[in-house]
Every structure is written in structure tokens, then in C-alpha cells.
Nanobody, 118 residues
Framework: VQLQASGGGLVQSGGSLRLSCAAS????????MGWFRQAPGKEREFVAA??YYLDSVKGRFTISRDNAKNTVYLQMNSLKPEDTAVYYC??????????????????WGQGTQVTVSS
């Protein structure tokens, strides 16, 4: 099983990016996928899964899925410098009731860097 994250880059404050995470080797259910991020010197934190979001990204980020492509997306709008981090996609197998902790995920992508300049 592999999760391949892509779509990161350098963007100015207020800009947008769409991250993609393509899964191969297994089909994950809609509720199985999530996004985390890790800023320099900080712990990895939950960003989005199912219909839930980190408070600081609510209204700006949207998680979605293309079942035909076995791919989950993170649309990020109105980006801020504090959104700068390496973003990771992750998958649960089996799907758990809870989904915001690192240890609740079984598979991880390699991470994609998002840098927001002020």
C-alpha cells in the first residue's frame, strides 16, 4: 500500500493550493483518509478528515475525494504564512471511530511541502 502526496509548493499569502493523495494497493473508504501537517520545530497536527477540520483552517480548507481515482484532496484557500508546513496524507485500515490522532492511522504518505510567503 502506498500513499503518494503531491501538489505542494510556494505561494503568496492569500493564495491557494490543492494537495492530492493517491492511494495504490488498496481501496480506502471515504472515512479512512485524513490530512496532517508538521511545521518546523512543531509536532505533527491533525488538519482534516471526514467533515472535521482544525479550527484554524475551518472555512479555508476543504477535504474531498474522487473514489474512481482512489484519491483524496485538500483544497487550501486564503493561505497564511502560519500554514507553512509539510503536509501528510494518511489512511486508516480498518476505519476507526476516532480520526484526529497520529496513532489512529496505519498508512502515511511521504509529505509535501507547503510554503506560504507573507
Amino acid at each position: 500500500v502506498q500513499l503518494q502526496a503531491s501538489g505542494g509548493g510556494l505561494v503568496q499569502s492569500g493564495g491557494s493550493l490543492r494537495l492530492s493523495c493517491a492511494a495504490s494497493g488498496r481501496t480506502f473508504s471515504n472515512d479512512a483518509m485524513g490530512w496532517f501537517r508538521q511545521a518546523p520545530g512543531k509536532e505533527r497536527e491533525f488538519v482534516a478528515a471526514r467533515t472535521y477540520y482544525l479550527d484554524s483552517v475551518k472555512g479555508r480548507f476543504t477535504i474531498s475525494r474522487d473514489n474512481a481515482k482512489n484519491t483524496v484532496y485538500l483544497q487550501m484557500n486564503s493561505l497564511k504564512p502560519e500554514d507553512t508546513a509539510v503536509y501528510y496524507c494518511a489512511a486508516q485500515s480498518p476505519v476507526r471511530v476516532t480520526f484526529s490522532r497520529i496513532y489512529e492511522y496505519d498508512y502515511w504518505g511521504q509529505g509535501t511541502q507547503v510554503t506560504v510567503s507573507s
